[in-house]
């Protein structure tokens, strides 16, 4: 699959790039960001995949984190694709900060009319890996993932349901009942939940597939959590 390559920069002795390329999962385009440490020149590196939270794009992390530094140190190389699909020209697509542009969940969708775009789970455990593996010189039996908010739902899930893919697994702040937390219904209802009733139980049978703390892995994979956000409807206190 062709990468188009949107940015290079020298960083950390390595490269902070950004590709854009055309999703088979998605049927948009989608940008991801990747840092090349050093390392990469001659041999082959782990991968580290980080899953923003909403509203984020693959710029955020890049940003603000200053990954790039420890990465470089260890010979790691650290992909942050964006958060959803974009410009899919979905009704309602754009209306709400908290559901649809910006805000995939990670998961696939079942309903109408977002099936179809919003796959992020197929998409970040299938399509986007086979992709970097392709295209940069990574060990494809070294791959973890973590994230922070959404995207640390996104992680738990990711690493939960695919015993064995990844080493390891961290969340920060994770959203990680959304089968139960007030007031947090919209991207449930919307993407899960069918038309008519009994939609609402139909919605978090299915949503509880998708909960973290109700997940469970035989699998030996490390996970650290850190939940030191205040509490918000991602977040409950209960």
Not at 47 to 73: D, H, R
Not at 78 to 92: F, K, L, M, Q, Y
Not at 103 to 123: C, H, I, L, Q
Not at 143 to 163: E, T
Request: hydrophobic share 30%.
């Amino acid at each position: 699959m062709a990468l188009t390559q949107v940015s290079s920069n020298k960083c950390a002795g390595g490269f902070q790039k950004v590709f854009e390329h055309e999703s088979t999962e998605l049927k948009c385009k989608m940008k991801f960001a990747v840092f090349v440490p050093p390392k990469a020149e001659t041999d082959k590196c782990p991968v580290m995949y980080w899953l923003s939270g909403l509203t984020c794009t693959e710029q955020n992390f890049i940003t603000k984190a200053g990954s790039q530094v420890p990465a470089a140190e260890h010979g790691i190389i650290i992909v942050a694709p964006d958060t959803s699909p974009r410009g899919c020209n979905i009704e309602g697509e754009d209306e709400n900060w908290d559901f649809g542009t910006g805000a995939g969940f990670y998961v696939n969708a079942t309903e109408d009319p977002w099936k179809t775009n919003y796959r992020m789970y197929s998409y970040i455990t299938e399509e986007l890996p086979k992709l970097i593996n392709a295209n940069f010189p990574t060990d494809p039996e070294k791959m973890s993932i973590s994230g922070h908010s959404m995207g640390g739902h996104g992680a738990l899930i990711c690493a939960l349901k695919n015993p064995g893919k990844y080493k390891a697994v961290s969340a920060f702040a994770p959203s990680v009942t959304r089968c139960s937390v007030p007031g947090d219904r919209r991207p449930s209802q919307d993407t899960w939940a069918p038309t008519g009733p009994p939609g609402r139980r139909t919605m978090r049978r299915r949503w509880r597939r998708h909960t973290p703390v109700l997940s469970s892995t035989s699998s030996s994979i490390r996970a650290v959590t850190t939940s030191s956000c205040q509490p918000t409807s991602c977040c409950p206190t209960t």
